[in-house]
Nanobody, 121 residues
Framework: QAQLVESGGGLVQPGGSLRLSCAAS????????MGWYRQAPGKQRELVAT???????NYADPAKGRFTISRDNAKNTVYLQMNSLKPEDTAVYYC???????????????WGQGTQVTVSS
């Protein structure tokens, strides 16, 4: 099995910054895409940003210009730098990774437990 562990959430004032981290561990042969999603109270989970193993990046419109996704393949870790945070960014942020556990094996979708981000004065 593999696991994803997130860190870095918290309470921040509007206009502030936070950096989320997500480390994958366990039985891992290769990680394909990694990404961040979020879910606000009463809303569906939505995409924030994704990054492939080759570094191709996709941002959802709310994240463009304010958030930066990056990854360290040697550490099996993905990051989300969030700047100019707004109250509407308040949500539980989830890490996602497409993991192949064995050579020639299937790709499985893994999720972290979520980390709360609250933007409020």
């Amino acid at each position: 099995q593999a696991q994803l562990v997130e860190s870095g959430g918290g309470l921040v004032q509007p206009g502030g910054s936070l950096r989320l981290s997500c480390a994958a561990s366990g039985r891992i042969f290769r990680i394909n895409a990694m990404g961040w999603y979020r879910q606000a109270p009463g809303k569906q989970r939505e995409l924030v940003a994704t990054i492939t193993s080759g570094g191709s990046i996709n941002y959802a419109d709310p994240a463009k210009g304010r958030f930066t996704i990056s990854r360290d393949n040697a550490k099996n870790t993905v990051y989300l730098q969030m700047n100019s945070l707004k109250p509407e960014d308040t949500a539980v942020y989830y890490c996602n990774a497409e993991i192949v556990r064995n050579p020639g094996g299937y790709e499985y979708d893994y999720w972290g437990q979520g980390t709360q981000v609250t933007v409020s004065s």
